[in-house]
C-alpha cells in the first residue's frame, strides 16, 4: 500500500505562486506515474499534470499549459507541483495520485492510490 502526504496550499492573491508537494511511503515510489487532480466545490474531480516513472514525460490539461510544472525526486519519493499566475478558477482542493499501470496518466481512472488533498484558495 502506498500512502501519499501533499502539503504546501494555502492562500494566495492572484498572479501569485504556491508549490505543492507530495511525499509517498515506501521504497516503490518510482515504480508509479503520478498525478495531480483537483476539485472545486460542486465539481468533478479534473486532471491537471502528470509526469511518468522516470520524469521524461510530462501532461497537463489545457488551461494549466505554461503556468503550472510537474516534477518528481524519486531519491527522495517527493513529487511536486508549481503553480504560478494562479487565477481564482484555480482555487479548489488538489490531490496527488499513484498509477502502477503507467498508462493514460490524464484519465482519473488509470490511477490506484490519492493522498488526502490540500486546499488552494487563489483571492481577487
Known amino acids: 500500500q502506498v500512502q501519499l502526504v501533499e502539503s504546501g496550499g494555502g492562500l494566495v492573491q492572484a498572479g501569485g505562486s504556491l508549490r505543492l508537494s507530495c511525499a509517498a511511503s515506501?521504497?516503490?515510489?518510482?515504480?508509479?506515474?503520478m498525478g495531480w487532480f483537483r476539485q472545486a466545490p460542486g465539481k468533478e474531480r479534473e486532471f491537471v499534470a502528470a509526469?511518468?516513472?522516470?520524469?521524461?514525460?510530462?501532461y497537463y490539461q489545457d488551461s494549466v499549459k505554461g503556468r503550472f510544472t510537474i516534477s518528481r525526486d524519486n531519491a527522495k519519493n517527493t513529487v511536486y507541483l508549481q503553480m504560478n499566475s494562479l487565477k481564482p478558477e484555480d482555487t479548489a482542493v488538489y490531490y496527488c495520485?499513484?498509477?502502477?499501470?503507467?498508462?493514460?496518466?490524464?484519465?482519473?481512472?488509470?490511477?490506484?492510490?490519492w493522498g488526502q488533498g490540500t486546499q488552494v484558495t487563489v483571492s481577487l
Open positions: 515506501g521504497r516503490t515510489f518510482s515504480r508509479y506515474g
Open positions: 495520485a499513484a498509477d502502477l499501470s503507467g498508462d493514460h496518466l490524464e484519465e482519473l481512472r488509470e490511477y490506484d492510490y
Open positions: 509526469i511518468s516513472r522516470r520524469g521524461y514525460n510530462t
